[in-house]
């Protein structure tokens, strides 16, 4: 019976393991994908500040009063982009702790004799 209970206790703390690993992936890459749709956001605002910058110069219009506002969005859009990657390095570092289970962290059980 030792050695059922063993098995038994290996395969829970896998499971265990195995678990809490996904959740810890599933929110970094959870994460990630807001990094990038944040840098996504940020490009197509670079490129509408040059659409709006030459569209200004050509009527003669103050070139910075057509672009503050997305320079601004750009600004916070950066901000936003560091804070969920001290995000991502927090949760990546709440479960360095995590230890993968080995079967040689548990003792052999006896093997009885049956005949």
Do not use: R, W
């Not at 996504?40 to 009063?65: C, F, R, T």
């Not at 982009?81 to 991502?88: A, F, R």
Request: aromatic share 8%; charged share 35%; glycine share 2%.
């Amino acid at each position: 019976m030792e050695f059922f209970e063993t098995v038994k206790q290996v395969a829970s703390d896998v499971a265990t393991v195995s678990a809490k690993q996904s959740k810890k992936l599933y929110n970094i890459a959870k994460l990630k994908l807001e990094v990038v749709e944040k840098q996504n956001i940020v490009k197509n605002l670079h490129k509408q500040i040059g659409i709006d910058a030459y569209e200004a110069y050509s009527k003669d219009a103050d070139i910075v009063e057509a672009i503050y506002g997305k320079l601004q969005q750009i600004s916070e859009a950066e901000v936003e982009i560091e804070e969920l990657k001290q995000k991502i390095a927090m949760v990546k570092a709440e479960n360095e702790d995590l230890e993968y289970v080995s079967v040689d962290d548990y003792e052999e059980a006896e093997y009885e004799d049956v005949e």
